[in-house]
């Protein structure tokens, strides 16, 4: 894997780059209002998102079916994650020296 992939495999998996840029690219259009409204843009929807299934899904906890399916969701997604994270790890820290500044060294 190249270092380029391994740029990109970085920029992936930390969003904030994303949420940053939106907020900057939002003052330099609008000032300090579009700012905000960038901001909000981006981090509401997901908010919303979940402030309306909240009731739902709380209601489809209650059958055993889909209980289980969600765990199995919740399961799934984590394994995801962590393989991600082993796979980014090993093309991120490749030398001593990625590890130490992993480390917050």
């Not at 994303?18 to 003052?27: I, W």
């Not at 299934?53 to 209650?62: F, I, S």
């Amino acid at each position: 894997m190249g270092s380029d992939s391994r740029c990109g495999l970085a920029g992936v998996a930390c969003s904030w780059p994303v949420l940053s840029t939106a907020t900057f690219v939002g003052y330099v259009i609008g000032g300090p209002i579009g700012a905000v409204a960038a901001t909000l843009g981006i981090f509401l929807p997901s908010f919303v998102f979940v402030a309306i299934l909240n009731p739902v899904v709380t209601q489809l906890r209650r059958s055993a079916w889909t209980a289980a399916f969600l765990d199995g969701i919740n399961v799934s997604v984590v394994g995801l994650m962590a393989s991600v994270t082993v796979k980014l790890g090993q093309a991120a820290l490749m030398d001593p020296q990625a590890w130490w500044r992993c480390a917050g060294g």
